[in-house]
């Protein structure tokens, strides 16, 4: 664009003279066509000559001045090249490919797509328009047909009820209401071995350590039922399964203590821990935190140890499921604090030292 400009320019001037003075126009040109060409024969001593774009363009604005049955007199180039280079610099002036704009619809901005696509990964039942019209609340104006494309660009089918729900998700919306128990063992230092029976909450990842005992009778677990139904109080009534293992430990008298609260009890399959992930999980952070650090003397002990981390667990620890807040209820993020400040950070030692917990003084 340039270019074509500096040539209209180019031409404009050296017409000037001539529309003028109407004389001697054709000699004045002739003589400065041979001077710009001796310039440039000047500067390539050796090898064939080769014009730059400001010789072409000052060649073929002068060109415009001298008769063209001289031209193979004048130029050292062939009449058709002159031509070539006027017509270059002509197209040049009408081409508006580097200023050419987007027409049409703007692309839909990335942040928007993944948008949709999480929405649709939440929400297995939303297809297309009630994604549109979830984004509209969110005040994320967008066409139907937009997100039905981005959706089948990405591989998920755009119309509602895409697949049924995974165990994952089954069991993350079934949270809320499910509250499971396992058994596990440990051993004192002189080899005997004790149980304990773990209840963790699903929705809010409580744990309940109900008792430790050398002879796991169904009376005591019947016991233990008892024990965590009453310590759950009011909460019990947001519960509706109960999913444990076949053990014989359990018995029916077990589940009766459950299903009088309306809750219904869901044993997993034989030889299926994985039925039961979340028990199996929290009574492994048991041991690898905690009790394969103490050499426990006796089921006194043994209590108090699993007391002592089932309080660290449920008022203190953060839990990946919770955004790292810990499983107690009415938690709220912790205040950013700058690292600069002067404040005090205190250090609570919990089982001697083998678990730390740490605040900020008020």
């Not at 090249?81 to 040049?92: G, M, N, Y």
């Not at 509250?179 to 002189?190: C, E, G, N, S």
């Not at 018995?251 to 309306?262: M, Q």
Request: with cysteine.
């Amino acid at each position: 664009m340039i270019v074509s400009l500096l040539y209209k320019v180019a031409r404009k001037l050296v017409s000037v003279p001539g529309a003028m003075l109407q004389r001697d126009t054709a000699k004045d040109a002739e003589l400065l066509v041979l001077r710009h060409e001796n310039a440039v024969l000047r500067r390539q001593i050796v090898g064939p000559v080769r014009y730059e774009p400001a010789d072409r363009l000052w060649l073929a604005a002068l060109s415009g001045l001298i008769p063209r049955h001289r031209w193979r007199e004048i130029f050292s180039v062939a009449p058709g090249t002159l031509l070539a280079w006027h017509r270059r610099f002509i197209a040049a002036k009408w081409d508006y490919s580097a200023r050419r704009t987007r027409t049409g619809r703007p692309p839909t901005r990335m942040a928007l797509k993944q948008l949709v696509l999480r929405l649709a990964r939440e929400n297995a039942g939303w297809g297309h328009r009630r994604i549109q019209g979830e984004l509209a609340r969110l005040g994320h104006p967008i066409a139907a047909s937009t997100v039905w494309e981005i959706l089948n660009a990405a591989g998920i089918d755009p119309a509602p009820r895409r697949t049924g729900p995974t165990w994952r998700e089954f069991l993350t919306n079934q949270a809320e209401g499910i509250i499971a128990v396992d058994y596990f063992h440990l051993d004192t230092v002189l080899g005997r071995r004790l149980y304990a029976l773990a209840f963790l909450e699903h929705g809010t990842r409580r744990l309940h350590i109900s008792g430790v005992t050398a002879h796991p009778t169904r009376d005591w677990a019947v016991q233990q039922a008892r024990n965590v139904a009453a310590d759950l109080g009011t909460r019990i009534e947001s519960l509706r399964f109960l999913l444990r293992d076949r053990d014989a430990k359990y018995g029916p008298s077990f589940d009766a203590v459950f299903e009088a609260e309306d809750m219904e009890v869901i044993k997993s399959a034989p030889r299926a821990p994985r039925m039961n992930a979340h028990c199996e999980r929290v009574i492994g952070s048991i041991r690898r935190e905690a009790l394969d650090h103490v050499l426990i003397t006796n089921e006194a002990h043994a209590r108090q140890v699993l007391d002592t981390y089932q309080r660290h667990y449920n008022e203190h620890r953060p839990h990946r499921a919770r955004n790292q807040l810990p499983p107690g209820d009415n938690q709220q993020p912790a205040t950013v604090h700058d690292l600069d400040a002067p404040r005090v950070l205190l250090r609570t030692r919990v089982l001697g030292g083998i678990i730390n917990e740490y605040r900020y003084a008020a």
